[in-house]
């Protein structure tokens, strides 16, 4: 095995084929059964003694079948020294059997049995549409899956030059872990941006022009026939880490305005790149493609690219994962092309933008991936339009009650600048990503993926709710009274009112109040805006 794996990978590879579960190789005959997990992933690797010219180009897959008869044909992939490997993902619990096919005789017709056991209690599978509500998304075992994401684009080359160990990858999405975020956008591969840096960056938190790149040679002099596979054993690593937290890998295929030497569009050389991505990662059930992050901003390619990536990507992926394109004209103008809609929109009054959006773009979930805010730190990156964390938080929740979902940069680890640990810096300078994990309370206490949005029920401010007499309410920090627009059927009921604080995470005590004809609430002091959990008596009807 390559010694540049994880440490639990560098084991002696068996000559036979043999199957890894979690992170260790076991021999798969007869006389020893496998018990992969479902959901999990788990992997076949068979060793060779003749190898092609160019070993990537040899077909290579599986088809698996269960005891009901259900069947998945998995492509694999060339993992250098002489081994293939297939990543397997069981959908159920229960036998698995498996019959490989290649033009290479060493590796076609293989077979074996998998044992497959119940998914532990944590292990809720991929990321779907959820069927029952079309702005939202679900895991496979059917629990809500609420996107609040976080861009790293450069999270690939934290550790990627520790061939032992990812300590800082580890540190830092720890780090976003604990803090509420549950989907992370990044980079395959990015090289170096083109904009100026800031004199004062320190020279240990600076990741442009890393020394690694994903195709033979280096980004200056590339050799764009050749796959380097240690790049991509390397990247595994990140990949793996975020599933094990819960978080889902938004994996940006491509990426044009960041200095990367990439081989021409649609040549033998793109194609081979592209296609070894997906045949190497669909396996991961934490995993969402995204074809290129602004896929159509650099005249790079046009929309036929871009379709063909997309019916290329589909006819390989075996699990189909989601797919989106980091692009709003893409989106906005190829909806039926795409499972969920990535827009940049930095207009300042947010909401009524995003709610214009989901009227432009039915029937599809909306994730607002740059919304002009960049959170300040203790080097300027990007500015954006907004750089205070309190702005950019009241941009987040904005997407939120519009019914779309929102992501957060941070200056300190959106590019090629990253601080893996936050703690090295001085308190002013730290990121406010426990604003974040306020909102993930939020979102989990009231299930705000089933509340519906666009209604009007106030004079001011915007609302969530589920038509049943619970109503949420973001109350803009300019307000100091907020009028409520409630059934005239509940007059002279009484109301129940909490008041939720996005920057420190707190609930008031609930408190009652009538409903008059015209109701009104005080809104309680401090800096920002405020959000109120109101509860009224449903309507009889």
């Given at each position: 095995m390559n010694?540049?794996?994880?440490?639990?990978?560098?084991?002696?590879?068996?000559?036979?084929?043999?199957?890894?579960?979690?992170?260790?190789?076991?021999?798969a005959d007869e006389?020893?059964?496998?018990?992969?997990?479902?959901?999990?992933?788990?992997?076949?690797?068979?060793?060779?003694?003749?190898?092609?010219d160019n070993p990537v180009d040899t077909p290579f897959s599986a088809t698996f079948t269960d005891e009901a008869g259900q069947t998945l044909k998995v492509p694999g992939f060339y993992d250098g020294d002489q081994t293939y490997c297939i990543r397997f993902t069981p959908s159920a619990a229960g036998k698995w059997t498996y019959q490989t096919a290649s033009p290479n005789t060493e590796l076609n017709a293989q077979t074996g049995?998998?044992?497959?056991?119940?998914?532990?209690?944590?292990?809720r599978g991929g990321i779907e549409l959820d069927p029952s509500n079309d702005r939202q998304f679900q895991f496979q075992n059917g629990d809500r899956y609420y996107p609040i994401a976080f861009e790293c684009d450069w999270l690939f080359?934290?550790?990627?030059?520790?061939?032992?160990?990812?300590?800082?990858?580890?540190?830092?999405?720890?780090?976003?872990?604990e803090n509420g975020f549950n989907q992370v956008v990044l980079n395959v591969f990015a090289y170096d941006v083109k904009w100026a840096k800031d004199d004062r960056l320190d020279s240990k938190y600076e990741y442009g022009s890393p020394n690694v790149y994903p195709f033979a040679g280096d980004n200056e002099s590339p050799d764009h026939?050749?796959?380097?596979?240690?790049?991509?054993?390397?990247?595994?690593?990140?990949?793996?880490?975020?599933?094990?937290?819960?978080?889902?890998?938004?994996?940006?295929?491509?990426?044009?305005?960041?200095?990367?030497?990439?081989?021409?569009?649609?040549?033998?050389?793109d194609n081979r790149y592209f296609d070894y991505v997906v045949r190497r990662y669909q396996a991961y059930p934490n995993l969402i493609w995204d074809i290129s992050k602004e896929a159509l901003g650099y005249g790079h390619n046009d929309v036929t690219y871009i379709h063909g990536r997309i019916k290329r990507l589909r006819e390989l992926d075996a699990y189909q994962r989601l797919i989106t394109v980091h692009d709003y004209g893409y989106c906005r103008r190829f909806a039926d092309k795409i499972d969920f809609v990535s827009v940049q929109l930095w207009q300042s009054e947010l909401y009524h933008v995003m709610r214009e959006v989901c009227k432009n773009i039915p029937g599809k979930p909306i994730l607002n991936i740059e919304h002009g805010g960049y959170e300040k730190g203790p080097y300027v990156v990007f500015s954006g339009n907004?750089?205070?964390?309190?702005?950019?938080?009241?941009?987040?929740y904005q997407c939120v009650f519009a019914g779309t979902f929102?992501?957060?940069?941070?200056?300190?680890?959106?590019?090629?600048?990253?601080?893996?640990?936050?703690?090295?810096?001085?308190?002013?300078d730290r990121p406010r990503l426990d604003y974040y994990r306020h909102l993930q309370t939020l979102v989990e206490k009231y299930d705000l993926g089933n509340l519906i949005a666009g209604d009007k029920r106030s004079n001011a401010g915007f609302c969530l709710h589920n038509d049943k007499g619970q109503i949420l309410y973001y109350v803009p920090k300019e307000n100091d009274f907020l009028g409520l627009r409630l059934p005239s059927e509940v007059r002279g009921q009484t109301m129940n009112l909490t008041w939720f604080n996005p920057f420190d995470g707190t609930f008031s005590e609930t408190t009652q109040q009538k409903i008059e004809q015209w109701p009104a609430v005080k809104v309680p002091g401090g800096d920002g805006f405020r959000i109120l959990i109101l509860n009224h008596p449903v309507a009889s009807e």
């Amino acid at each position: 095995m390559n010694p540049m794996r994880l440490p639990a990978f560098a084991l002696h590879l068996l000559l036979a084929s043999c199957v890894v579960i979690g992170h260790s190789f076991v021999h798969a005959d007869e006389a020893s059964p496998q018990t992969p997990r479902q959901r999990e992933v788990t992997e076949l690797r068979f060793q060779v003694d003749a190898l092609a010219d160019n070993p990537v180009d040899t077909p290579f897959s599986a088809t698996f079948t269960d005891e009901a008869g259900q069947t998945l044909k998995v492509p694999g992939f060339y993992d250098g020294d002489q081994t293939y490997c297939i990543r397997f993902t069981p959908s159920a619990a229960g036998k698995w059997t498996y019959q490989t096919a290649s033009p290479n005789t060493e590796l076609n017709a293989q077979t074996g049995t998998l044992n497959v056991a119940a998914a532990a209690d944590e292990r809720r599978g991929g990321i779907e549409l959820d069927p029952s509500n079309d702005r939202q998304f679900q895991f496979q075992n059917g629990d809500r899956y609420y996107p609040i994401a976080f861009e790293c684009d450069w999270l690939f080359a934290l550790d990627a030059e520790n061939a032992g160990d990812i300590p800082k990858t580890r540190q830092f999405v720890d780090t976003l872990a604990e803090n509420g975020f549950n989907q992370v956008v990044l980079n395959v591969f990015a090289y170096d941006v083109k904009w100026a840096k800031d004199d004062r960056l320190d020279s240990k938190y600076e990741y442009g022009s890393p020394n690694v790149y994903p195709f033979a040679g280096d980004n200056e002099s590339p050799d764009h026939s050749k796959l380097n596979i240690e790049y991509f054993q390397r990247l595994d690593r990140v990949i793996e880490y975020l599933d094990q937290k819960g978080i889902a890998a938004h994996l940006m295929v491509y990426v044009w305005n960041k200095r990367v030497n990439w081989p021409e569009a649609n040549s033998d050389a793109d194609n081979r790149y592209f296609d070894y991505v997906v045949r190497r990662y669909q396996a991961y059930p934490n995993l969402i493609w995204d074809i290129s992050k602004e896929a159509l901003g650099y005249g790079h390619n046009d929309v036929t690219y871009i379709h063909g990536r997309i019916k290329r990507l589909r006819e390989l992926d075996a699990y189909q994962r989601l797919i989106t394109v980091h692009d709003y004209g893409y989106c906005r103008r190829f909806a039926d092309k795409i499972d969920f809609v990535s827009v940049q929109l930095w207009q300042s009054e947010l909401y009524h933008v995003m709610r214009e959006v989901c009227k432009n773009i039915p029937g599809k979930p909306i994730l607002n991936i740059e919304h002009g805010g960049y959170e300040k730190g203790p080097y300027v990156v990007f500015s954006g339009n907004y750089t205070s964390p309190e702005v950019c938080l009241e941009r987040a929740y904005q997407c939120v009650f519009a019914g779309t979902f929102p992501t957060h940069y941070w200056q300190g680890a959106a590019w090629n600048v990253i601080v893996p640990d936050i703690t090295e810096l001085d308190p002013e300078d730290r990121p406010r990503l426990d604003y974040y994990r306020h909102l993930q309370t939020l979102v989990e206490k009231y299930d705000l993926g089933n509340l519906i949005a666009g209604d009007k029920r106030s004079n001011a401010g915007f609302c969530l709710h589920n038509d049943k007499g619970q109503i949420l309410y973001y109350v803009p920090k300019e307000n100091d009274f907020l009028g409520l627009r409630l059934p005239s059927e509940v007059r002279g009921q009484t109301m129940n009112l909490t008041w939720f604080n996005p920057f420190d995470g707190t609930f008031s005590e609930t408190t009652q109040q009538k409903i008059e004809q015209w109701p009104a609430v005080k809104v309680p002091g401090g800096d920002g805006f405020r959000i109120l959990i109101l509860n009224h008596p449903v309507a009889s009807e």
